[in-house]
């Protein structure tokens, strides 16, 4: 019987050209693994996120850009990303604390639902800006701040009338627990100044992966109109519009990296025509993924090679509980194939079809389905690639009661 290899996603273009052993950030993968002590081990480098910070600026003249950071909270690798980026959003008191570490409070936002008072008076106490997402959490944070004796950062979180056209997570244009309904937020704009707030202006996201420029042009016009039509209303004019982001990253054969220089073009000229109101508005995105993901390499170490019934299956001992998305189990339908390679023989010729599994202890744990990789043998490394946004501290780590992985960060570039 033979069997027909699945594709896998695209391995990001720093690690695509290597041959023999995979390095990051300079140095050999197992180099890693010698100093960190063990595998399974995450391993970002902060020269890739640079390359892509250097990117948006190029394509983004004059917008700020904030760093979504719950794609990853590591705090050496927030603290690289604090230094590349102007903002810094969170979506806990949690995240609150580690980014006041790194990031002057004045240069976060809070967004979330679920905020309890206590979270919402460290933000205030802070000066950080709230994110309100009700009614109810901008009066509660007013009177938080009247205790204080301090005129709280409130931007209004918007529910837009809007959806990011082939967005792989839909936040608009339907009932959600995110923001206020549009039809409803100019009425909080207007309370919350005249109750004595420092109104920071909107926030407005309509979804996430995104990678057709088209929508998201689409989308970032929409949601300037959107502000516009809100202030107007209010008769204020935002000092910030957080245009919200939803650049996406390539995780799966067939995907094609979004054209930021395309979308970048196209905000200029919804900008140039947009309305008198927003005419001092700064404006600003907020990425996660497109920042994050392609930097980082999930690396286990085979730990048996065997065969059932024609099909080999190799198995690491890693897992979902480090690395869920690979897995297919975090906001996809159906299970697709991250990019993933032999550590020790990048670019080397496949072979027969393998199935990666982990370590746990349910068929759910499968990391690459009939992937086509050179030899692997006991002992090998195996990367998964787009392992920088939405792992270590997306995954369910408890589960089963394996060890947590490693995380280490390569150098951060100079200059
Ligand atoms: C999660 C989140 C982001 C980041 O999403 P990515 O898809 O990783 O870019 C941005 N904004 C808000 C409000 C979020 O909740």
Redesign the pocket.
């Known amino acids: 019987m033979t069997i027909t290899p699945k594709p896998m996603g695209p391995i990001p273009p720093e690690f695509a050209g290597q041959a023999g052993a995979l390095t990051i950030g300079g140095r050999r993968a197992e180099d890693w693994v010698a100093e960190v002590g063990d595998t399974p081990l995450f391993v970002y480098d902060p020269a890739i996120v640079a390359t892509r910070v250097a990117r948006f600026r190029a394509a983004f003249p004059g917008i700020d850009l904030h760093y979504?950071m719950?794609?990853n909270p590591f705090a050496p690798f927030l603290a690289a990303m604090a230094t590349m980026v102007d903002g810094l959003?969170v979506?806990s008191a949690g995240e609150l604390r580690a980014a006041l570490s790194v990031k002057p409070a004045t240069a976060i936002s809070f967004?979330?639902p679920g905020k309890r008072d206590d979270a919402l008076t460290v933000a205030v106490r802070a000066r950080a800006t709230l994110n309100v997402e009700s009614g109810n959490e901008a009066r509660r944070a007013i009177a938080i701040g009247e205790r204080l004796g301090i005129a709280p950062r409130l931007a209004v979180r918007v529910n837009p009338d809007i959806e990011l056209r082939g967005s792989g997570?839909r936040?608009g244009g339907r009932p959600s627990p995110?923001g206020i309904d549009a039809s409803a937020a100019s009425g909080v704009v207007r309370m919350l100044i005249d109750a004595g707030a420092d109104w920071r202006g909107f926030?407005i996201?309509a979804g996430?992966?995104a990678l057709d420029a088209g929508a998201v042009i689409e989308t970032q016009a929409a949601t300037i109109a959107l502000a516009a039509r809100l202030a107007e209303q209010a008769d204020a004019a935002p000092p910030l519009v957080n245009l919200?982001?939803?650049?996406?990253v390539p995780y799966f054969a067939g995907d094609i990296a979004l054209d930021v220089e395309v979308v970048g073009a196209g905000l200029a000229e919804a900008l140039g025509a947009r309305p008198a109101i927003l005419r001092d508005t700064r404006f600003a995105i907020?990425?996660?993924?497109?920042l994050?993901a392609e930097s980082g390499v999930y690396l286990t170490r085979v730990v048996d090679v065997k065969d059932s019934q024609g099909e080999t299956f190799v198995v690491v001992d890693g897992g979902l509980h480090h690395q869920l998305a690979a897995s297919g189990n975090f906001g996809t339908v159906v299970r697709r194939n991250y990019p993933l390679a032999v550590a020790g023989a990048m670019g080397a010729a496949p072979v027969a079809p393998v199935t990666v599994v982990g370590c746990l202890c349910t068929p759910l744990d499968r990391l690459g389905d009939r992937v086509a990789l050179p030899p692997v043998a006991v002992g090998d490394l195996v990367a998964i690639f787009m392992a920088g946004?939405?792992g270590a501290s997306a995954s369910p780590s408890a589960f089963l009661g394996h060890p947590e992985a490693g995380q280490v960060l390569a150098p951060v570039p100079m200059g």
């Open positions: 979504a719950k794609a959003d979506a967004a979330g997570l936040m995110f926030h996201y996430s992966q919200g982001g939803g650049f996406g907020e990425l996660g993924r497109w994050a946004a939405y």
